[in-house]
Structures are given as structure tokens and as C-alpha cells.
């Protein structure tokens, strides 16, 4: 999985290109951790755009990046969901305590 990191209007924005699985779980969570970690305090919104496959793992860091938010005045959102990975969010329930937006256009003026 590739990840690339950009920012627009103050949101930073990860675009993982690639499967999130057990084997590249833990290359988004350092990447989460750094957003988090900085003195900016910026909001973050992850692209699924180009993911192809989400597992238990991919969800867990997800999960894990929602609650470390939760206390934050700074979002966490994820955007554009392939039809296949937005039902493994709804089957698991996550699309209920994660802001998902169609698209990045709408999740940054939703956000900012």
C-alpha cells in the first residue's frame, strides 16, 4: 500500500493506494500518529479512493484513529469509499461512528 500525504485548507489528507490489511495496517497507523503528534493540530481526512480491500486490521487502525480524536476539536473523516469497502463499513457498524463523505471536495468544505 502507498500512502500520500498532502495538505488543503488546513485538512491534512492521507490517499492510501493499495490493500489495508495485517501487512499495511501498521504503515497508516505511524502516519495517523505523526498528524496526531503535531503541534498544528490539524484535521485529518483519509482517502479511500484507490483502496481495494479493508480487513479487521485496516478497521482497528481506523477505529483507533476516531477515538484518539474524539476529545479533539480537529475531525477525523475518511472519504471516498469503493462500494465493496464502504459495505465492510457498514456491515461492521463503523460507518456509525465515522464520518464518511462521497468525495474529498465535500469532506473539506464539510470539515473547515
Known amino acids: 500500500m502507498n500512502i500520500d500525504k498532502r495538505m488543503e ?3 491534512v489528507i ?3 493506494d493499495g490493500r489495508l490489511d495485517s501487512n499495511t495496517a501498521p504503515l497508516l497507523e ?7 503528534a503535531g503541534d498544528e493540530g490539524h484535521h485529518l481526512l483519509v482517502d479511500f479512493n484507490n483502496v ?3 480487513s479487521s486490521a485496516g478497521l482497528r487502525v481506523v477505529l483507533k484513529a ?3 480524536r474524539q476529545a479533539s476539536p ?4 475518511i ?3 469503493q462500494d ?5 463499513f457498514e456491515i461492521s457498524g463503523f460507518d456509525a461512528y465515522i464520518t464518511i463523505y462521497p468525495d474529498i471536495a465535500r469532506a473539506i468544505e464539510s470539515i473547515v
Do not use: M, Q, T, W
Open 9 to 11: 485548507r488546513g485538512v
Open 14 to 16: 492521507l490517499a492510501l
Open 30 to 36: 505511524p502516519e495517523i500518529d505523526c498528524v496526531d
Open 52 to 54: 481495494e480491500y479493508i
Open 66 to 68: 476516531v477515538k484518539g
Open 74 to 77: 480537529k475531525s477525523f473523516a
Open 79 to 81: 472519504s471516498s469509499l
Open 84 to 88: 465493496h469497502v464502504r459495505e465492510v
